[in-house]
C-alpha cells in the first residue's frame, strides 16, 4: 500500500484524501499537510466521521522547499499529492528530487506576478525526474485532466484523425451567494480576466477576455451560455497531438457572476499588483480572496449539475466523424457522498485516480507527463468506478462557430 503525503486542505484536497480513505486496498498512511493545519484536522475528523479511516495532519508552509523536505524525511511517503496553490509547484518539485519520491498535481505552475498558465517550467524537470528514477504527473484533475485524457481515448477508440477539438466546462450549479468561486476565488479569477487564447491552424490566437460568446446545450443541464478562454490543457495537448487544426477551450458563466466581476474589476479588485495599504503592500486580488465565500463550504448550498466535457472532429477509418464525450456530476450527491460540491469533486477524484495508477505501476514510469502521453483506458474504467461515469455520442456535425 502506497503512503501519500498530500499537501493542501481546500475543497480539492477534502474530496482526495475522503476518496483515498475509500480504496485502503491502494493507501495505506495518508498525511494531509497544510498551512492551516486547522483545516487539516477538520478534514480528518470528517474521514473518521465517515469512514472509519485516521488519517495523520501537518502544518506546512510549503513555499519553501526545505519545510516540505523535512515534513518528507519525517514521514517517509512514496508519493506526494500536490492540491496546494499553483505558485508551490516547482517548490515541491523540488522537495521530491531531492528526497526521491513521485510527485501528481492538478493545475500547471504559474508565478506569483503573472497571470501565466504555461507548462514549460515543469516540462523543464523531465530529464532530472529521470535521472532520480522518480515521476511527476501533472494536471490530474478534470481540466486539466480527464479532458486529457477525454481526448487520448477519442484519439485511440472514435477519431483517429483529430481535426479539431473543443473543450467544453459548464456548472450548471447555484449555491445561493450574490457572489462566489467554484475553486480558489484567486486562481479562477485570474484566469477569468486573462485573454483569451485558441490554438488554429498551426498558432495561438488571442482576442479579450470574455469576447467571444456561444449557447449551447449541454446535457442533463440545458442551454448555457459559454465563453471562450485559455485554459492549460490546450497547451499540452496541440503539443502532444500536433495534427490538430484548432483546439479550443469555453466555460460558461451566468450573467450575474459577470456583472459582478466587471465591477470588481473597475474599482481595481482583482489586480495582481501589489498596492500600499496603510504603510504595508497589499494584493488585492488576495484580499477580495480573503472576503469570498471559501468554495469549501459552498457544497452546503449548492444545487443542480456540472457538465464537462470534449467535442472532436476529424476522420474516422477514412469516413468524416464527431463525437461528444462527456462527464455529468450532481452537487447534491457529491455533497452527500464526501462533504464537497461537484467543482472540487471533479476535482478530486481523477488526482485519487492518478495516484492510484502510479501506485499501483499502471502509469508510474521516470519523467515529466501530462496525462494524454498515458494509456487512457484504465483511468476511464476508474472514473466510472470512483463517481465519475461518462457517456459517448455521435454528432451529425462538427460545431459551426
Not at 80 to 104: F, K, S, W
Not at 111 to 131: I, T
Not at 165 to 178: A, E, R, W
Request: proline share 5%.
Amino acid at each position: 500500500m502506497t503512503r501519500s503525503l498530500v499537501i493542501g486542505a481546500g475543497g480539492v484536497g477534502s474530496v482526495a484524501v475522503h476518496k483515498m480513505a475509500m480504496c485502503p486496498d491502494v493507501f495505506g498512511d495518508i498525511l494531509l499537510a497544510s498551512r492551516r493545519v486547522a483545516k487539516c484536522d477538520e478534514i480528518a475528523q470528517s474521514v473518521a466521521k465517515r469512514f472509519g479511516v485516521k488519517i495523520e495532519t501537518a502544518e506546512l508552509d510549503a513555499d519553501v522547499t526545505q519545510n516540505t523536505v523535512d515534513l518528507i524525511a519525517r514521514f517517509n511517503p512514496d508519493l506526494v499529492v500536490n492540491l496546494a496553490l499553483p505558485y508551490q509547484d516547482l517548490a515541491i518539485m523540488d522537495a521530491c528530487l531531492e528526497t526521491g519520491v513521485d510527485y501528481l498535481d492538478t493545475a500547471n505552475y504559474e508565478p506569483r506576478d503573472e497571470a501565466k498558465f504555461e507548462y514549460h517550467w515543469q516540462w523543464a524537470y523531465h530529464e532530472r525526474f529521470v535521472e532520480r528514477g522518480i515521476m511527476a504527473l501533472l494536471g490530474s484533475g478534470f481540466d486539466p485532466g480527464v479532458t486529457n485524457v477525454f481526448t487520448a481515448y477519442i484519439a485511440k477508440h472514435y477519431v483517429e484523425d483529430m481535426h479539431t477539438l473543443d473543450i467544453l466546462d459548464c456548472n450548471g450549479g447555484d449555491h445561493g451567494q450574490h457572489f462566489a468561486t467554484n475553486f480558489n476565488p484567486e486562481i479562477n479569477i485570474r484566469e477569468v480576466t486573462a485573454p483569451a487564447r485558441h490554438w488554429e491552424a498551426g498558432g495561438w490566437v488571442e482576442t479579450p477576455a470574455l469576447s467571444h460568446r456561444e449557447t449551447f446545450d449541454f446535457p442533463s443541464v440545458g442551454a448555457r451560455n459559454m465563453y471562450l478562454m485559455y485554459h492549460e490543457e490546450l497547451e499540452s495537448l496541440t503539443k502532444h497531438f500536433p495534427a490538430l487544426e484548432r483546439a479550443r477551450f469555453w466555460m460558461t458563466f451566468g450573467d450575474a457572476y459577470l456583472t459582478h466581476l466587471e465591477v470588481l474589476q473597475n474599482v481595481g479588485m482583482t489586480a495582481i499588483e501589489p498596492v500600499m495599504y496603510e504603510g504595508r503592500e497589499i494584493i488585492p486580488l488576495q484580499f477580495l480572496k480573503a472576503v469570498l465565500p471559501d468554495p469549501g463550504d459552498l457544497g452546503k448550498t449548492t444545487t443542480g449539475k456540472t457538465c464537462i466535457g470534449n467535442i472532436v472532429s476529424g476522420q474516422h477509418a477514412s469516413q468524416p466523424r464527431t463525437v461528444y464525450l462527456y462527464n455529468v456530476c450532481d452537487h447534491e450527491a457529491c455533497f452527500a457522498e464526501v462533504g464537497s460540491q461537484a467543482v472540487s469533486y471533479t476535482t478530486g477524484v481523477p488526482a485519487m485516480i492518478g495516484a492510484t495508477l502510479m501506485s499501483n505501476g499502471t502509469w508510474r514510469k521516470p519523467g515529466v507527463f501530462n496525462l494524454e502521453q498515458l494509456d487512457p483506458d484504465p483511468f476511464m474504467e476508474l472514473l466510472t468506478k470512483h463517481g465519475l461515469p461518462w457517456q459517448v455520442t455521435e454528432l451529425s456535425a462538427p460545431l459551426d462557430f
